[in-house]
Nanobody
Framework: QVLLVESGGGLVQAGGSLRLSCAAS????????MGWFRQTPGKGRDFVTH????????YYAESVEGRFTVSRDNAKDMVYLQMNSLKPEDTAVYYC????????????????WGQGTQVTVSS
């Protein structure tokens, strides 16, 4: 079946860095725009970043602008999220998702989701 699988989460101290990866299984997502969202317990999934199909256009939430960088390698069907200068408020489960249609910041615009990877930032 079609799957997206995130990896790279873990525990890091404030100011540290993590690199998340998103791998496709079942079919290629190289023609899809992709997004990263994050969710804390009892809350909805918040927009983090979005990258168009060829990697030439990106969007970021204000809360991560200048600290996070999204990239992709379509030859490998991989999407990445480099997270620098991490803050405790970045603690969440991070999800990658494949965009289908609609607003890039809206979770409802994405059809396929990974299982999530936990990022915990300690102070």
């Amino acid at each position: 079946q079609v799957l997206l699988v995130e990896s790279g989460g873990g525990l890091v101290q404030a100011g540290g860095s993590l690199r998340l990866s998103c791998a496709a299984s079942g079919r290629s997502f190289s023609t899809n725009a992709m997004g990263w969202f994050r969710q804390t317990p009892g809350k909805g999934r918040d927009f983090v970043t979005h990258i168009n199909w060829n990697g030439r256009r990106t969007y970021y939430a204000e809360s991560v602008e200048g600290r996070f960088t999204v990239s992709r390698d379509n030859a490998k069907d991989m999407v990445y999220l480099q997270m620098n200068s991490l803050k405790p408020e970045d603690t969440a489960v991070y999800y990658c998702a494949a965009h289908y249609s609609g607003a890039y910041y809206d979770p409802a615009s994405y059809d396929y989701w990974g299982q999530g990877t936990q990022v915990t930032v300690s102070s």
